[in-house]
């Protein structure tokens, strides 16, 4: 039995304080609900602060993205190393938005989810197809790509802890979300790809979350298909009542 998984990512959003104030109103909100792994991935700024909220409630922090080097001159980059010592139990990896915007290519992702795990971080990796892609038939293409390059060197043991977030590109931040059964297709053939480079545990194992403008008033359709278990929310994780009513939706 696969355990739930909510995932906030608020990107280049929030101040500190405004980030206080958010997890704060999350943390009386969602305490008690012990079904659902939730996890809270604010700015890097606001990492340290958020994470003196969380402690000891039952929401764990995730960073946005990480360089794979443990020091060095890298500037402007932040390293495994400081963001387990901040507290992060999940990285998210090769979000749309750092492929597309900051032209990050499988190798580097690659890199980036062998060195999340030599430092005990757990990799929310993120792979989908933009509207092009899809519309020229490529989607299972281009998410298998994905998926071949950029896990093939895990363990069996290291790959059923990645969780993996099925986010349709042109679904994130449009509020046209994937229809159920467009996103339960390609989470299916996610889970064949992984039964072909695995095996049949670590396809049964993994958690495969949908991504892109998912809303309190559609998370329940997306929970009820048994392969999904979870979400990773962008815009509606910046506010409480909003955030709230998704983790409460999967329930
Ligand atoms: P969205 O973003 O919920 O605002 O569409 C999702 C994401 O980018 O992870």
Not at 61 to 67: E, K, P, T, V
Not at 86 to 114: A, M, N, P, T, W
Not at 122 to 130: D, M, S
Request: net charge negative; aromatic share 6%.
């Amino acid at each position: 039995m696969r355990r739930k998984f909510i995932a906030g990512n608020w990107k280049m959003n929030k101040t500190n304080q405004e980030a206080i104030e958010l997890v704060e109103g999350l943390v009386k909100e969602l305490s008690g609900i012990d079904s659902v792994d939730i996890v809270v991935c604010p700015p890097f700024t606001a990492l340290s602060d958020v994470k003196d909220v969380i402690d000891g409630s039952n929401i764990a922090l995730g960073a946005q993205n990480m360089y794979f080097k443990e020091k060095g001159a890298f500037t402007g980059e932040i390293s495994p190393l400081m963001l387990k010592d901040i507290g992060c139990e999940y990285v998210i990896l090769g979000h749309s938005e750092r492929r597309g915007i900051f032209g990050e290519k499988s190798d580097l992702i690659e890199k980036k989810v062998i060195s999340a795990f030599d430092h005990g971080l757990t990799p929310i990796l993120c792979v989908g197809e933009t509207l092009s892609e899809r519309e020229a038939g490529d989607t299972f293409k281009v998410v298998e790509g994905e998926l071949r390059n950029e896990l093939k060197s895990l363990s069996k043991e290291q790959m059923k802890k990645v969780v993996i977030a099925y986010e349709p590109i042109w679904a994130i931040g449009t509020g046209k979300s994937a229809t159920s059964s467009d996103a339960k297709e390609v989470i299916d053939f996610i889970r064949k790809i992984l039964a072909d480079m695995f095996d049949d545990n670590v396809k049964d194992a993994v958690r495969i979350l949908y991504g892109g403008s998912v809303k309190p008033d559609n998370i329940s359709s997306f929970m009820k298909e048994e392969t999904i278990d979870g979400a990773l929310v962008g815009g509606a994780s910046l506010k409480v009542d909003s955030f709230s009513a998704i983790v409460k939706g999967a329930l």
